[in-house]
């Protein structure tokens, strides 16, 4: 039994369901305030300077930060949130998704300290969830906009190859929140992906060894070495008195050395 079985038949009970739709909600009156006040948005952002000041609830508030765009796309946030949040909900039960939820978190905040001035965003934690989402269900087709049909498994790829480059090219605050954004995933998929990779790698070699036995010749001459796929027009015969299978093609046929005892 895993670690976190035995967390979750412990301390179960204590789970916390609809998490995703309370951060929802949380974030869509925070959107709706911040359209009279926008002064809403500093005071909920993690800003561990601050909170070392004393503004000791930064650090939950900053999660209900609303996506700083126009409505239409804040709607399509929420929306594929509240489906990809309930759905590892409802898949993994309330307590795997506080946990992974959990987790991300500890890890968003802790490494906000390292650069205590700097304002952290709960984007790459709720990036997290997508990326849980798409690796459990590769192949859910994503209508974007509600029109254009994907599969997620392409649109987690980008958002890798995202991370990737935020991690080479971006600031050091960046690639901390990359990096504790998917603590989470790793620490829950990580023998996933290594017992995915390996298999992978057995499926490569046995496609490898197909193919080569499938390209080895059929006949092959004892002596100079041709074989029917260097000359597909020799006639090649097999030779009685030597011990074993040994074929020649027609200019060696009868001039070679028997082969004895094999």
Known sequence: MSLLDRLERKFRRYSVPNVTVALIACQVAAYLVAQGNAQILEILALVPARVL??????????????????????????????LMGTALEVHWGAFRYNVYLLIGWLATVGVSFLTPEVPSSPAFLQGSVFLAFALLFPDFVLYIFFILPVKIKWLALLTWIGYFLAVIYGAWTT?????????????FFGATIAGRMKSGHRRMVRQSSATAKKDEPFHRCTVCGITDRTHPDMDFRYCSKCDGQHGYCTEHIRNHEHVVGE
């Open 53 to 82: 000041e004393g503004d000791l609830w930064r650090p939950v508030s900053f999660l209900f930060t609303p996506p700083l765009t126009n409505p239409v796309f804040a709607f399509f946030f929420w929306y594929l949130f509240y």
């Open 175 to 187: 690639r901390l929140l990359v990096a504790a954004s998917v603590l989470n995933f790793f620490l």
